[in-house]
């Protein structure tokens, strides 16, 4: 007769799951820390956007006179004024002027950094180094170092009121901080793939449009969201080089409603600015994946 032994059961080491239970509740109060931390960091940040909104939708004396987020009395009126426009320019002409700007603002960035950048990456040349050195200078130049020479410069040309002094740069690869985030991408893309094109009788052209391009698609992205933002939120540039009203950007439209000498409809001013904001959040929206990517990849990893 054959006699079954039982195998005996572990003991389950109580102290060991007391320190689980133990590690677990310090996971979790240090989650539920951190994520009231953020809630809160967050309505701070947002605090004056939707303190805008709501005061958008109060009457002008409640603006500025009342501190409370939400209004006593709702109004839309404010939306109606600055759709109308002022000083006989319609709103959808300021914002077509805004938009015209941001977008070829983001073409002429993207075509001449990305071209820029794969010549000091990939392309040895005489004075490359000198030449780097000084494009990397000029990011510690402050913009209002440059404002009178490149005013006198453009007013002697006769291209003041016109948009190609806003334009002009864009197309030059004068953004260094986009030519150097390009730069950086590309050196991170494995160099056998441009002696791979080159075996196959690619040159520089065919190996930057059809390998170096798409693969700096992240970088491309990234470069595209910082310039439509800065070119769209850009205040002093068509201060100082539009005249015509019919000329004027978004920002130079919102100042229109402030008057130190008479009354200023603080109310359309904010109603023009919440939907001078919407491009900018849905462009930011669309495309904010791609902007961790261009941030943070260094290229291929192979």
Same mark, same amino acid.
Request: glycine content about 6%; some cysteine.
């Given at each position: @007769?054959?006699?079954?032994? +039982?195998?005996?059961?572990? #003991?389950?080491?109580?102290?060991?799951?007391?320190? #689980?239970?133990?590690?677990?509740?310090?996971?979790?109060?240090?989650?539920?820390?951190?994520?009231?931390?953020?809630? /809160?960091?967050?309505?701070?940040? $947002?605090?004056?956007?939707?303190? @805008?909104?709501? !005061?958008?939708?109060?009457?002008?004396?409640?603006?500025?006179?009342?501190?409370?987020?939400?209004?006593?009395?709702?109004?839309? +009126?404010?939306? =109606?004024?600055?759709?109308?426009?002022?000083?006989?320019?319609?709103?959808?002409?300021?914002?077509?002027?805004?938009?015209? %700007?941001?977008? *070829?603002?983001?073409?002429?960035?993207?075509?001449?950094?990305?071209?820029?950048?794969?010549?000091?990456?990939?392309?040895?040349?005489?004075?490359?180094?000198?030449?780097?050195?000084? @494009?990397?200078?000029?990011?510690?130049?402050?913009?209002?170092?440059?404002?009178?020479?490149?005013?006198?410069?453009?007013?002697? %040309?006769?291209?003041?009121?016109?948009?190609?002094? $806003?334009?002009?740069?864009?197309?030059?690869?004068? +953004?260094?901080?986009?030519?150097? %985030?390009?730069?950086?991408?590309?050196?991170?893309?494995?160099?056998?793939?441009? +002696?791979?094109?080159?075996?196959?009788?690619?040159?520089?052209?065919? =190996?930057?449009?059809?390998?170096?391009?798409?693969?700096?698609?992240?970088?491309?992205?990234?470069?595209?969201?910082?310039?439509?933002?800065?070119?769209?939120?850009?205040? $002093?540039?068509? $201060? *100082?080089?539009?005249?015509?009203?019919?000329?004027?950007?978004?920002?130079?439209?919102?100042?229109?409603?402030?008057?130190? =000498?008479?009354?200023?409809?603080?109310?359309?001013? @904010?109603?023009? /600015?919440?939907?001078?904001?919407?491009?900018?959040?849905?462009?930011?929206?669309?495309?904010?994946?791609?902007?961790?990517?261009?941030? !943070?990849?260094?290229?291929?990893?192979?």
């Amino acid at each position: @007769m054959t006699t079954l032994t +039982e195998t005996p059961t572990p #003991r389950v080491d109580d102290a060991a799951v007391a320190r #689980r239970a133990a590690a677990r509740n310090r996971r979790k109060v240090k989650s539920t820390i951190f994520h009231l931390v953020a809630v /809160a960091a967050t309505i701070v940040v $947002l605090y004056p956007a939707a303190w @805008m909104l709501f !005061a958008s939708m109060k009457p002008n004396s409640d603006i500025i006179g009342n501190t409370q987020l939400l209004p006593d009395v709702w109004t839309m +009126e404010h939306y =109606t004024t600055a759709l109308s426009g002022i000083g006989g320019v319609s709103f959808w002409t300021f914002f077509n002027n805004s938009l015209l %700007l941001a977008v *070829l603002s983001v073409v002429g960035t993207v075509l001449s950094s990305t071209v820029a950048a794969y010549a000091f990456a990939r392309i040895s040349f005489p004075g490359r180094n000198a030449l780097f050195a000084v @494009m990397i200078g000029t990011l510690l130049l402050p913009f209002h170092v440059t404002i009178i020479p490149q005013y006198i410069l453009f007013n002697n %040309l006769g291209l003041v009121d016109t948009y190609i002094p $806003l334009l002009a740069p864009k197309f030059l690869a004068a +953004e260094a901080f986009f030519v150097f %985030l390009m730069i950086q991408f590309i050196r991170g893309i494995p160099r056998s793939l441009d +002696e791979a094109a080159r075996i196959d009788g690619c040159g520089h052209w065919r =190996t930057f449009w059809k390998i170096i391009l798409p693969l700096m698609r992240p970088a491309i992205v990234t470069s595209s969201i910082f310039t439509f933002i800065w070119s769209w939120n850009d205040f $002093l540039g068509p $201060l *100082l080089y539009l005249k015509d009203p019919s000329l004027y950007t978004m920002p130079i439209a919102l100042r229109q409603y402030i008057d130190q =000498t008479s009354v200023s409809d603080y109310g359309a001013q @904010m109603a023009m /600015a919440v939907l001078a904001l919407l491009p900018v959040m849905i462009f930011f929206v669309v495309f904010q994946r791609f902007l961790i990517n261009g941030v !943070a990849t260094q290229g291929l990893k192979g």
